[in-house]
């Protein structure tokens, strides 16, 4: 099954989707996301991908010295991971960079001080 484009996912999680706080451990972030893919039946390459990009962002996060948030949840065909880092725009995780080779979808935005990335597999 194709994912949907990253367009057509909700600008915000469904209420009570779980949250990782995340304070620069990148493992952390892969396990929370491999977790979330399989309770959402999200298995084999596409899940080891949406795994592999979203430690990719942390990872960039970590070296930046910025923690975030992290929530996974399905949006159609596909599987949302939404990285929100507080206070400004991480360069090593922009869309041109191995994250964006890796996530079917890709997207970085800015609003004030808050960058969210948001990855589709």
Known sequence: ?????????????????PVLEYRGD??????????????????????????????EVAAGLGAAGRGATVRVWPEGAALVCR????????????????????????QVSAAGPVTTIRLAG
């Open 1 to 17: 099954m194709e994912p949907a484009p990253l367009e057509a996912a909700a600008e915000e999680p469904p209420a009570g989707v």
């Open 26 to 55: 990148p493992a952390a972030v892969c396990a929370f996301v491999a977790a979330q893919a399989a309770r959402h039946g999200v298995i084999g390459n596409r899940a080891a991908l949406l795994v592999i990009a979203a430690g």
């Open 83 to 106: 990285v929100q880092a507080p206070d400004g725009r991480p360069a090593s995780v922009l869309p041109d960079g191995l994250t964006a080779r890796l996530g079917d979808r890709v």
